[in-house]
């Protein structure tokens, strides 16, 4: 048998020598080996097939806004906020509130207004009834128009004590629609404060939402804007889950919101000199609250 030519040993008794020949033979061999293992890398890092090519999605400012990255997941694209929201209910507010800024009102070439409400749309606290902010409003924007506020009523409270009174806003808005010969192309909804009794987020959105779209069917191109609760301070600080119910109602059928809790129009500063009784807002309240709207008007329409 030859002897092996893998390894020599020396005559000095040292451990193996190893010709240059072999060394150049071991060289070749562990790159080949540092190869293969590359490869079994990359396709363990890689769970495609074969055929499938990866996909690169590039960051853009865009993808920081919650309304953004709902577009995009809708398109089937993958996109990534900048700074997580910590809960989903942050999320669906942040989500409301940014729906309810980008809506806009395309102003008819004669419109016809109807403002309905609750008490302040009534003109509560006022001392008198065309004093209110919702007369004041409907005289500055000189538009054909209907005033209906009712006391005590919401978009899922229906008045009374307990809720038995059975004038949600929907309920006045289908007797409403009844009368032909007023066809409303402009609707602002103005409330909330009573359908904080409730106690229930989800009734209330629900409600919102159903209450615009009831809207829309009995007046096919109606343009809906809502306003949500507001009053004086301390019982604006009451308001708040019922303004994030409304708001996300009226974000899930796509109407403005004028949001005068999270805007802050009413302050422990200002609401002394605005207050009528605790509840509703004074002459000066209303006057306040009609100038406040019509700068959120402004906006919606310009």
């Known amino acids: 048998m030859r002897p092996s030519k893998m390894c020599r040993v020396s005559r000095f008794g040292g451990g193996p020598r190893i010709t240059r020949q072999e060394w150049i033979k ?45 577009g995009g997941a809708a398109a089937g694209a993958a996109a990534v906020t900048a700074t997580p929201l910590p809960t989903a209910t942050a999320s669906a507010s942040a989500t409301a509130a940014a729906t309810a800024a980008r809506l806009r009102i395309e102003l008819p070439a004669r419109p016809v207004l109807l403002i309905l409400g609750d008490s302040y749309t009534f003109g509560v606290g006022a001392d008198r009834q065309d004093q209110g902010w919702a007369y004041i409003v409907a005289r500055t924007l000189g538009y054909p128009t209907n005033i209906e506020g009712e006391g005590g009523t919401g978009f899922a409270w229906g008045g009374g004590a307990k809720d038995d009174g059975g004038r949600e806003f929907e309920v006045r808005l289908r007797e409403i629609s009844r009368n032909p010969r007023f066809v409303p192309n402009l609707l602002i909804l103005q409330g909330g404060q009573n359908d904080s009794q409730l106690n229930n987020p989800d009734e209330l959105k629900t409600a919102t939402t159903q209450t615009i779209e009831a809207a829309r069917r009995f007046w096919p191109g109606v343009q809906v804007v809502v306003m949500g609760p507001s009053a004086p301070q301390p019982l604006a600080e009451e308001l708040r889950n019922a303004n994030t119910a409304v708001r996300a109602g009226a974000a899930a059928a796509n109407a403005p919101f004028i949001d005068a809790y999270e805007a802050g129009w009413f302050t422990r500063t200002n609401s002394p000199g605005f207050d009528a009784d605790g509840a509703h807002p004074n002459t000066a309240g209303h006057a306040y609250l009609a100038q406040k709207f019509l700068e959120a008007w402004a906006a919606l329409t310009k």
């Open 26 to 70: 071991y060289g070749a061999l562990f790159v080949l080996a540092v190869v293969a293992f590359g490869v079994a890398a990359l396709a363990l890092s890689n769970p495609r097939g074969p055929s499938e090519p990866a996909t690169f999605v590039p960051a853009s400012p865009a993808a920081a806004s919650p309304v953004a990255a709902a």
